[in-house]
């Protein structure tokens, strides 16, 4: 028998967990089970002398499975940070997906994809999920369940709320959790290249923008997380294309690790 399943589809042993078939390109196949030989039917024993036989032989029995299908979004990028950093809102900014937006936390309830368009023949898909808090790796909120969907992606953008409403919040300390929690749910997916985008800029006067936006990067750096840091405002655009050309030249300069051709 011939299951089809999306491409993206995981493949496991329901039982042992055991990953049987991770089918993650277009027209991919694999087969979970054999089937059983077939039986002699009657025209097995034909022969000349005799000529309408009256045997055959019962076929053997074929494995027998219970499959757990598992579907990981297939993405260049993955969008992750706090509910309401602006993820959503930079996903409509760079792109033709329409994910929901509101202003109070986990409007995103399922993984959204869009196609980021940078020049002629230049584009990569980008994947934004559920946002993730403390104890996500355990369960806690709803990031815990959509954290699969970033394993496939070849680099990671932390959006980072860089004008926050609360004045108890601290950007730094939240940012380090969330990285935190990639490392609790997978270590391959933590050391992933992430970069840093300190969103929400236009909420910050512009006499003291440089400044904030500098002293901000000093301090997550000297917390330990690394990679680039950029400063856009992804309700007006500002700084979005500039990210979205050094994205694409990133994932140029490093065809192998590419997950499929999009």
Same mark, same amino acid.
């Given at each position: 028998?011939?299951?089809?399943?999306?491409?993206? /589809?995981?493949?496991?042993?329901f039982?042992?967990g055991?990953?049987?078939?991770?089918l993650?390109?277009?027209?991919?196949?694999?087969?979970?089970?054999?089937?059983?030989?077939?039986?002699?039917?009657?025209?097995r %024993?034909?022969?000349?002398?005799?000529?309408?036989?009256?045997?055959?032989?019962?076929?053997e029995?074929?494995?027998s499975r219970?499959?757990?299908?598992e579907?990981?979004v297939?993405?260049?990028?993955g969008?992750?940070g706090?509910?309401?950093?602006?993820?959503?809102? %930079?996903?409509?900014?760079?792109?033709?997906a329409r994910?929901?937006?509101?202003?109070?936390?986990?409007?995103?309830?399922?993984p959204?994809l869009?196609?980021?368009?940078?020049?002629d023949?230049?584009?990569?898909?980008?994947?934004?999920?559920?946002?993730l808090?403390?104890g996500?790796?355990?369960?806690?909120g709803?990031?815990?369940? %959509?954290?699969?969907h970033?394993?496939?992606?070849?680099?990671?953008?932390?959006?980072?709320? $860089?004008?926050?409403?609360? $004045?108890?919040?601290?950007?730094?300390?939240d940012?380090?959790?969330?990285?935190e929690?990639?490392?609790?749910?997978?270590e391959?997916?933590?050391?992933?290249?992430?970069w840093?985008?300190?969103n929400? /800029?236009?909420?910050?006067?512009?006499?003291?923008l440089?400044?904030?936006?500098?002293?901000?990067?000093?301090?997550?750096?000297? $917390?330990g997380?690394?990679?680039?840091v %950029?400063?856009?405002?992804?309700?007006?655009g500002?700084?979005?294309? $500039?990210?979205?050309?050094?994205?694409?030249q990133f994932l140029?300069?490093?065809?192998d690790?590419?997950?499929?051709?999009?």
């Open positions: 028998m011939t299951l089809r399943v999306p491409v993206g /589809t995981v493949v496991s042993d039982s042992t055991e990953i049987l078939a991770d993650n390109a277009e027209g991919s196949s694999a087969v979970v089970a054999r089937g059983g030989t077939g039986g002699l039917g009657n025209l %024993f034909k022969s000349s002398v005799n000529r309408a036989p009256r045997q055959s032989t019962p076929g029995a074929g494995e219970e499959l757990k299908l579907l990981k297939l993405a260049d990028v969008l992750l706090l509910p309401n950093a602006g993820k959503s809102t %930079f996903i409509r900014a760079v792109s033709a994910p929901k937006v509101a202003d109070y936390p986990f409007t995103t309830l399922q959204n869009g196609v980021v368009r940078v020049g023949n230049q584009s990569f898909v980008i994947a934004d999920i559920p946002g808090i403390r996500a790796a355990e369960g806690a709803l990031g815990h369940r %959509f954290l699969k970033l394993q496939r992606t070849r680099i990671l953008l932390h959006i980072i709320d $860089s004008a926050p409403l609360d $004045s108890n919040s601290d950007p730094v300390a940012a380090c959790a969330i990285v929690e990639l490392r609790s749910f997978d391959s997916l933590f050391l992933k290249p992430r840093i985008v300190l929400k /800029t236009d909420l910050i006067p512009p006499d003291e440089a400044d904030r936006i500098s002293i901000l990067s000093k301090e997550l750096h000297s $917390s997380l690394t990679g680039p %950029f400063a856009v405002s992804a309700a007006t500002e700084g979005c294309n $500039s990210l979205s050309q050094n994205i694409m140029e300069m490093r065809p690790d590419a997950q499929r051709d999009f």
